[in-house]
């Protein structure tokens, strides 16, 4: 049974979308609102984007990059900011959204107004959620899960008495319905999703013991029932040739394999990967907590509960599992919950940190294979993005900007000035091809599948960057996300030349670069390579302290329009990238720190992914008290009733950093040291966790108590040269692949003492 800190739960239906509990399958989510008169449950389907792929090129990009580039070097900022938006910007600018695909309704009859005994719950250790109320002495209870290994999602209503379920459901895709019809004992919707867009079925069979179930009109009707199932299916031809046949081709498997054993193989295929991590901070496990919405309004007035940080990091993870599998397009702005046709953003991939902080807690949260949908992204991305380089930047390799969507776009989207026109979402979205090796440390995959995308991102930098004033190679033009600048003329500017978040995203993807050839070998090519990696590395701007004393945002000292802007790019060296730590670099992490005080003190973190980056680089400075007062905002301030992260809007991005950043604030593993406990906080005196992954191939269980390390037990699963640390002091440690070693607070004391050891 779950514990309280492994459940959400509520004693009344959801009334708004950010009350009901999100199921998934990487392709298909739901949201359940539990309702005792009427359930609805609200679907999607990953690939039901609105309208087809277009040919956005800016027919005369590549004639103007040139103009552009010398009106920045003279200053002339919005000359080149007036030729960039015409000139740069796709034709047409916007992409389609991520779309609902319609909610199934289920209208009860003779169910009562006051029943009793309600409750609602997503029990985080099965994958499902769990509804039950009383009915005088009948008791009902409803599943629903989302089943990856079925590719269904399968709801169960039971009751105790026989013959008391009685409801007509049908599937609605308000105000865009698509063509609806019942057939026997299923209802199906079929349409096309804009112009050019996706072909899409959405198809709902059932199951009935006991009483009556048949179609009328589009509705599924059923009498008397004893117990129900209901299968969902949906595909569109992003995937499927036919998603009517791919459709009933789930539904017909799922009901002749019955909900029992479709239920048991849910479990078996999550508990896989869900259990492989687990968490406890403090001894709330045990005692009895509130509904998880008064949890958090107590939370919120001050209570202590270090159960809600173990449950919010689980969340994480469940939603990560629920949203992104191998097979799945990758979780979006809104993981794959959106219940709109028009939804922020789109509800795209933004590559100017949110899809890149979705997958933050895939490898060190033991859920690597999560991490696939990405690099199929990029393999597309790839594609497409060798056109944009080619065409638009006259360059090598491979380009993609600062979103994309379901067509793996790499024009410039959009016309938002501060955020559009930057070439580098591609070369920070490969770099997580890199992550992915340095955690699992397969050889093989860094051959096929990473070195080849990392090295095309690379030659796009390589060919794109251009020598400045003083000599080093800098982006142009460019920007650092979203922010904008004023020079002391008073005039305001977003496009630029050098960004910090440029330089550094060029040095960690030329840094491993050169590492993946180091590991991978060499021939004539990579030689050539390889020179031209080591000729720019050395001429990139370096991360130099302005005269605020923070890190510089930009290559000149520029003044900030917004100095609590939520965006905090030029921190990128201190996490995810690594060129700042606080031991090797102490002045740039001091320039860092003073950075983030700066943002702070302005207002800074106020949505909630800009919360949970803070929450990571506090964790980078190895500062428990700060990170945890972030987390704390965090879950006080930006999240939902139903535990999701909140911009606001609804952002799934929240959810996933925040996340992360529990993990970052216990295990650390960049720069070539292991860190354990590295951001442990005073409020966490003692605590467990087990499972999670280091970079070089290890998995780590940590045991405190009155906040000293009482035992980290390793498994190496590569083997290697591995530096651990601890309190100050490091361990030397060489182990074979599958070997097992146990170290205590005491092994790094005595490690000081004796080198030696
Ligand atoms: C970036 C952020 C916004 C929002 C959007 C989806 O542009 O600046 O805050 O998260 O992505």
Redesign the pocket.
């Known amino acids: 049974m779950a514990n309280n800190n492994e459940k959400l739960w509520y004693t009344e239906p959801a009334r708004q979308w950010v009350e009901a509990l999100p199921i998934g399958s990487g392709k298909l989510g739901a949201m359940i609102f539990g309702g005792v008169q009427e359930e609805r449950i609200q679907l999607n389907e990953d690939s039901l984007w609105y309208g087809g792929p277009v040919e956005r090129r800016n027919p005369d990009s590549g004639e103007s990059l040139a103009a552009i580039r010398s009106l920045l070097f003279a200053g002339r900022l919005e000359e080149a900011e007036r030729m960039a938006k015409t000139a740069l910007t796709s034709t047409p600018k916007h992409i389609g959204p991520y779309q609902t695909l319609g909610d199934l309704n289920i209208a009860f009859r003779g169910m009562p107004l006051d029943y009793a005994a309600y409750t609602r719950e997503l029990d985080l250790t099965e994958g499902i959620v769990k509804i039950g109320y009383n009915d005088g002495d009948v008791r009902y209870l409803r599943e629903a899960l989302a089943s990856h290994a079925d590719g269904v999602i399968a709801i169960r209503l039971t009751a105790d008495a026989p013959g008391t379920l009685s409801f007509d459901a049908n599937l609605i895709r308000r105000p865009f319905d698509g063509e609806t019809r019942g057939l026997g004992h299923t209802v199906c919707m079929t349409g096309q999703c804009g112009p050019d867009g996706v072909r899409y079925c959405a198809a709902v069979r059932i199951v009935a013991e006991g009483g009556s179930a048949k179609t009328v009109g589009d509705y599924l009707c059923v009498d008397a029932a004893d117990s129900v199932t209901l299968y969902i299916a949906a595909a569109t031809t992003f995937r499927s040739e036919d998603p009517y046949e791919a459709c009933m081709g789930a539904l017909e498997a799922a009901a002749a394999k019955g909900y029992e054993a479709v239920r048991r193989d849910h479990v078996r295929d999550y508990v896989e990967l869900f259990g492989r991590v687990s968490l406890e901070l403090g001894s709330a496990n045990e005692s009895e907590q509130p509904p998880t919405n008064e949890r958090l309004s107590r939370f919120r007035d001050g209570e202590a509960d270090h159960g809600l940080f173990s449950l919010f990091f689980q969340y994480g993870r469940y939603l990560l599992i629920a949203s992104s599998r191998p097979g799945s397009l990758p979780a979006n702005?809104q993981g794959v919950w959106n219940e709109s046709h028009m939804p922020p953003?789109e509800s795209d991939f933004?590559l100017?940190?949110?899809l890149q902080m979705n997958y933050w807690p895939a490898e060190i949260g033991n859920l690597a294979e999560c991490h696939e949908p990405v690099f199929d992204l990029l393999d597309r991305l790839r594609e497409n993005g060798r056109a944009t380089a080619k065409e638009v930047y006259g360059a090598r390799g491979f380009a993609a900007h600062h979103a994309t969507d379901l067509w793996a776009e790499t024009n410039v989207i959009g016309l938002y000035m501060p955020?559009v026109i930057w070439p580098m979402g591609g070369a920070w979205l490969a770099l997580h091809l890199w992550e992915h090796y340095r955690y699992g440390m397969d050889k093989e995959f860094l051959r096929a599948r990473a070195y080849p995308t990392l090295k095309e991102a690379a030659l796009f930098l390589l060919d794109f960057l251009v020598e400045d004033a003083r000599g080093r190679l800098v982006t142009a033009p460019s920007l650092s996300p979203?922010n904008t600048y004023r020079l002391p003329s008073g005039q305001t500017g977003r496009l630029c030349v050098g960004p910090s978040m440029d330089s550094q995203i060029a040095f960690a993807l030329f840094t491993a670069c050169l590492e993946a050839i180091h590991v991978l070998g060499m021939d004539e090519e990579e030689a050539v390579f390889e020179a031209e990696l080591t000729g720019a590395l050395a001429r990139l701007p370096e991360p130099e302290v302005g005269r605020n004393g923070g890190l510089m945002e930009w290559a000149e000292d520029y003044e900030e329009v917004e100095p609590g802007h939520?965006?905090i790019s030029h921190l990128f060296a201190l996490h995810p990238g690594e060129q700042i730590t606080p031991r090797h670099e102490p002045a740039l992490a001091a320039a860092a720190e003073a950075t983030l005080l700066g943002r702070l003190a302005n207002g800074g973190g106020h949505?909630g992914?800009s919360r949970a980056w803070i929450i990571q680089f506090w964790a980078r400075l190895g500062s428990g008290e700060q990170s945890f007062e972030h987390l704390t905002a965090l879950l006080a301030k930006s999240v939902h009733p139903n535990l999701f992260g909140d911009?606001p809007p609804f952002?799934i991005d929240a959810n996933f950093g925040g996340t992360a950043a529990v993990a970052e604030m216990l295990l650390q593993s960049h720069r070539g040291e292991i860190a354990l406990l590295p951001a442990l906080p005073q409020a966490w005196p003692s605590g467990k966790a087990t499972g999670l992954r280091a970079r070089g191939g290890c998995v780590v269980d940590l045991e405190w108590r009155d906040g000293e390390l009482t035992e980290a037990v390793i498994r190496s699963e590569a083997g290697g040269d591995y530096r651990f640390r601890y309190a100050g002091e490091e361990v030397l440690l060489s182990l074979a692949a599958g070997e097992r070693v146990s170290l205590t607070a005491a092994d790094f004391v005595h490690a000081a003492a004796n080198p030696q050891v």
């Open positions: 702005l953003w933004h100017n940190i949110n955020a979203e939520r965006h949505t992914w911009h952002q």
